[in-house]
């Protein structure tokens, strides 16, 4: 495969996980308010719950925090820039 094909494909793909990563963030801060829940916010959850379910049966939420959230956050950014590195000469 092309280098610069493998580094636009690492590139695309390190942006879903970016965007995936700023829909992690939104639910969160709409779960801190909730004013502005609405039916949208079932669809939020559609999308990040079964990724953080996994990860809460091994991390229980301590004392009302979600670990969870915090570790697949940081997993997703370290995903993010292994995939940027491999596939790009940066």
């Given at each position: 495969?092309?280098?610069?094909l493998?580094c636009?494909?690492?590139f695309?793909?390190?942006?879903?996980?970016?965007?995936?990563?700023?829909?992690?963030?939104?639910?969160?801060?709409?779960?801190?308010?909730?004013?502005?829940?609405?039916?949208?916010?079932?669809?939020?959850?559609?999308?990040?719950?079964?990724v953080?379910e996994?990860?809460r049966?091994?991390?229980?939420?301590?004392g009302?925090?979600?670990?969870?959230?915090?570790?697949?956050?940081?997993?997703?950014?370290?995903l993010?820039?292994?995939?940027?590195?491999?596939?790009?000469?940066?």
């Amino acid at each position: 495969m092309d280098a610069g094909l493998t580094c636009e494909l690492g590139f695309g793909t390190a942006r879903a996980i970016q965007l995936y990563t700023i829909i992690m963030i939104v639910y969160a801060v709409v779960s801190w308010i909730p004013d502005i829940r609405g039916r949208w916010t079932d669809y939020l959850a559609m999308v990040v719950d079964p990724v953080l379910e996994p990860v809460r049966r091994i991390i229980p939420p301590v004392g009302g925090l979600d670990l969870s959230f915090l570790v697949v956050f940081i997993l997703l950014q370290f995903l993010g820039n292994l995939i940027l590195r491999s596939t790009c000469s940066y």
